[in-house]
């Protein structure tokens, strides 16, 4: 997804502080956010499910989006988490986050219900029918369920123009690289998954929506520059000493460690809504020495 024509490579998909009785802390929202885009983030979700979306209210997403775009709209992407497994839910939320100017909004397959690929073609027809909004399709079949496939997904991009983007999190390099051929060379091909970002772009793709970037984004960007830029061995490099980076912000449920993380890096984000939990000491202990092993606390 472009902002200000230039591509997005890398955009990270924030995590929600909160206050100690788990309401949204907005101040420490905004301060995130501005930290993020100065340290190598070129945008933002915001309310995905690394921002806790299934405990946040309507009320809560809209103040967020409105927040972050206050913050960094001028000079980031800010994408609202939109999605859900209610197709008319997901239209309303979706053309109110754009009235209030994000720059794109992120559409989740639905999870749960398991709609065959025809219900899944007219859950995301019926937004981009209605929604003047750059779109940004989220593959991610480990928790919904639901495997968006790449003829469906063609079609939608073939439909509507603003089916721009997908965020592929099958983990079926396959099935990215069809993508690619099937939804030609303008489609945006987003990685899912941190350490798949490096061999997702060797077979077409174009960056990463990513958790990791919370602690290491310059150098994901750098990563990503450099296998632009023909210097594989550079690129592979920097994969494999980030590896256990991207390995331990998934030692538990996503967003357990990464909010773990980002607290050590001196945020307030709080703890987490239920059902999640915070991280144990244990995996505290893991994260932090993971961290201090890539002096990057």
Do not use: W
Request: charged letters at 20%; hydrophobic letters at 45%; aromatic letters at 6%.
């Amino acid at each position: 997804m472009r902002f200000d024509g230039r591509l997005a490579r890398v955009i990270t998909a924030m995590i929600t502080p909160f206050a100690p009785d788990l309401s949204v802390d907005y101040a420490e929202a905004r301060r995130l956010a501005r930290h993020l885009v100065n340290s190598g983030s070129d945008g933002l979700v915001v309310c995905g499910t690394t921002g806790e979306s299934p405990t946040l209210s309507d009320s809560e997403k809209l103040r967020l989006f409105e927040a972050v775009l206050d913050e960094v709209g001028d000079d980031a992407l800010v994408v609202a988490g939109t999605g859900s497994n209610n197709t008319l839910h997901t239209l309303e939320l979706t053309q109110a986050a754009a009235r209030l100017g994000v720059h794109g909004a992120m559409l989740v397959t639905p999870y749960y219900n398991k709609p065959p690929q025809e219900g899944l073609y007219r859950h995301f027809a019926a937004v981009a029918d209605k929604v003047d909004l750059p779109l940004l399709i989220y593959n991610v079949p480990g928790r919904t369920g639901c495997n968006l496939l790449p003829d469906t997904l063609a079609r939608l991009a073939k439909d509507y123009p603003n089916v721009v983007a997908v965020k592929e999190a099958s983990g079926l390099l396959d099935q990215v690289a069809e993508i690619r051929t099937r939804c030609g060379p303008g489609f945006v091909i987003y990685s899912g998954d941190d350490n798949l970002t490096l061999p997702i772009m060797s077979v077409g793709g174009d960056g990463i929506v990513s958790v990791a970037s919370h602690i290491a984004g310059d150098e994901i960007q750098s990563m990503i520059r450099a296998f632009l830029a023909g210097d594989v061995a550079r690129a592979a490099a920097l994969h494999r000493r980030l590896l256990p980076l991207f390995k331990v912000m998934f030692v538990t449920t996503n967003p357990v460690p990464v909010k773990a993380a980002v607290a050590m890096r001196g945020f307030n984000v709080g703890g987490l809504r239920p059902p999640l939990v915070e991280a144990t000491e244990a995996e505290k202990a893991r994260i932090r020495e993971v961290m201090e092993s890539l002096d990057l606390l």
